[in-house]
């Protein structure tokens, strides 16, 4: 593996034991299995990210679309709840 940057960070001491034993029974060095691990990781949070337009781009595709009368109905929902008032029961 080529060095491209170097990069020093604290760990706890337990994450770090951890990291080493995982990367023996890998026979790997620490340092080669902690960049498998971020790889790995940027990897999967590319393939979650929308590609482009927005964070909600694409995110519903394929689920249903409220019509007209959907909103309506919750409008009247919320609209009748905020103008009642709570009574309050003696105790």
């Given at each position: 593996?080529?060095?491209?940057?170097?990069v020093t960070i604290r760990l706890p001491g337990a994450l770090k034991r951890e990291l080493q034993a995982r990367a023996r029974?890998?026979?790997?060095?620490?340092?080669?299995?902690?960049?498998?691990?971020?790889?790995?990781?940027?990897?999967?949070?590319?393939?979650?990210?929308?590609?482009?337009?927005?964070?909600?781009?694409?995110?519903?595709?394929?689920?249903?679309?409220?019509?007209?009368?959907?909103?309506?109905?919750?409008?009247?929902?919320?609209?009748?709840?905020?103008?009642?008032?709570?009574?309050?029961?003696?105790?």
């Open positions: 593996m080529a060095r491209d940057a170097a029974h890998d026979r790997r060095s620490l340092s080669a299995h902690i960049t498998a691990y971020l790889e790995r990781e940027v990897e999967r949070e590319a393939a979650r990210q929308p590609r482009a337009g927005g964070k909600l781009l694409g995110r519903y595709a394929g689920t249903p679309v409220p019509s007209d009368n959907d909103f309506a109905r919750v409008r009247r929902l919320l609209w009748g709840t905020l103008g009642r008032r709570r009574v309050r029961r003696a105790s």
